[in-house]
């Protein structure tokens, strides 16, 4: 049976991990594994003018916190959104050394097929640094053009209840259609009649080491 111990969640910006897989986080949380969690864009250029430039940092500390990751498992950088492509190979000089700090055997990144610049990068990047643990693709459907459902996490429904708890923790983002609990709870449902369950969160796996 596949037994992750060490999960590192990569986040292009505050949000996409719990988004993606706060569930499947919730429940690594539950079970003790070492989850941790980077993510690389503080996003203060899309706040409204009238917030604090820390807001989104803060909302993801109690976000993680929620889910059950410690705050020493947290890593925050502050690229600029939309312009990780740009800093390319500072990126991945970043992820290289989560790699040798961390020694994962599973990372969680945005799939493949995600459209939107900087998660393009963190994916292809990820792929690059971490070779030698098993890569799974979380779903942000708004972003997918096309999403191949290989892996699913069935869920609990408290490590549902933890997801949409963290998102609520983004006050910030709560006008967003993508975080409006109906569709967290919809989404949830669908993935779970897929794999015989009542929830759960779908992943394109793309290297699998057992």
Not at 19 to 27: D, M, N
Not at 107 to 112: H, N, S
Not at 179 to 208: N, P, W
Request: glycine share 4%.
């Amino acid at each position: 049976m596949f037994n992750p111990q060490r999960i590192l969640v990569l986040a292009p910006h505050t949000d996409d991990g719990e988004l993606g897989c706060g569930g499947t986080i919730a429940k690594f949380c539950a079970e003790d594994k070492d989850v941790y969690y980077a993510a690389f864009c503080l996003c203060a250029k899309s706040l409204p003018a009238h917030l604090p430039a820390d807001t989104l940092a803060n909302e993801c500390k109690k976000a993680t916190r929620i889910l059950g990751i410690q705050s020493a498992n947290l890593f925050l950088f502050d690229y600029e959104v939309r312009e990780l492509p740009a800093a390319r190979q500072q990126v991945l000089e970043e992820l290289v050394k989560l790699n040798k700090q961390l020694e994962p055997d599973m990372v969680l990144l945005p799939a493949a097929s995600d459209i939107h610049q900087d998660h393009q990068v963190i994916h292809l990047e990820g792929m690059r640094a971490f070779k030698h643990a098993t890569m799974a693709g979380y779903e942000l459907p708004w972003n997918n053009s096309s999403f191949r459902t290989s892996y699913f996490s069935r869920l609990s429904s408290d490590d549902l209840s933890k997801k949409i708890n963290a998102l609520h923790a983004y006050e910030s983002q709560a006008h967003r259609n993508y975080m409006q609990e109906d569709f967290i709870r919809s989404l949830a449902r669908v993935r779970g009649v897929q794999c015989d369950t009542d929830h759960a969160e779908a992943f394109d796996i793309y290297k699998f080491i057992m």
